[in-house]
């Protein structure tokens, strides 16, 4: 069954640092999705990427970065120089749809709390 | 840019009491989705929805909730009797056709079970 694991429960980090949030995946299917969505205060989700399993190239986006590597299940995610505005709980999600169409499974989310 | 919306943004019932919760999803998106966020966990899958009938639904979703889509635009969750475990925020999705694409999500609405 499929499974995401982000260990990082919570991070607090000073303006302009950066930060890497954690995702480790679990999936018997050869064929995947994997997101990233941010959570502010305001609670709604913001998608922020999608990865399908046969890109592995590394994606930057402004001031984020994502690095996927099959061969360890990884799919982090890192922010660079990071500001008060990026304080959020960010989730780290898996589809397969293969198996569960576009049904997403999301980690346990990742609580950044960046202090000025 | 075509948004998902929810309403209410939050709604609170008493115990026992039916609650439904609305959705409007982008208008080409075919698959719809609830899911389901208790307060400061993660985020869960309820059901998928596609032509007119559940595709897919997880454990949660027990004989209290029901979907529909009523009139072809709103597309509605139905708890039949809340209960206090029911409390969280309930957000509803959508994409255009079925495979990983990204899934747009609504604003949430959250319910508060007293």
């Known amino acids: 069954a499929q499974k995401v694991t982000q260990a990082q429960t919570e991070i607090s980090v000073v303006e302009k640092e950066d930060v890497t949030l954690d995702c480790v995946y679990e999936?018997?299917?050869?064929?995947?999705?994997l997101f990233w969505y941010k959570q502010p205060p305001s609670g709604e989700l913001v998608f922020l990427i999608r990865?399908?399993?046969?890109?592995?190239q590394n994606e930057i986006s402004g001031r984020y970065s994502w690095n996927f590597q099959k061969s360890t299940s990884s799919f982090n995610f890192t922010i660079t120089a990071s500001q008060v505005v990026d304080s959020a709980v960010y989730f780290c999600?898996?589809?397969?749809?293969?198996?569960?169409?576009?049904?997403?499974?999301f980690g346990e989310g990742t609580q950044l709390t960046v202090n000025p | 840019e075509p948004e998902v919306t929810q309403t209410p943004s939050h709604q609170v019932t008493q115990m026992g009491q039916e609650v439904i919760l609305r959705c409007v999803p982008i208008?080409?998106?075919?698959?719809f989705y609830w899911y389901r966020q208790i307060l400061g966990q993660k985020v869960e899958f309820l059901v998928s929805?596609?032509?007119?009938?559940?595709?897919?639904k997880s454990e949660i979703f027990d004989d209290q909730f029901s979907v529909e889509r009523p009139d072809g635009s709103n597309f509605t969750l139905k708890i039949r009797s809340t209960k206090l475990e029911d409390s969280a925020m309930y957000f509803c999705?959508?994409?255009?056709?079925?495979?990983?694409?990204?899934?747009?999500f609504g604003e949430g609405s959250r319910l508060t079970v007293l």
């Open positions: 999600a898996l589809s397969e749809p293969e198996t569960s169409g576009s049904r997403l499974t």
């Open positions: 999936t018997r299917d050869t064929t995947y999705y």
């Open positions: 990865r399908n399993s046969f890109d592995e």
């Open positions: 208008s080409n998106h075919l698959y």
């Open positions: 929805f596609y032509n007119n009938e559940i595709s897919e």
């Open positions: 999705a959508s994409i255009p056709a079925e495979g990983g694409g990204e899934l747009f």
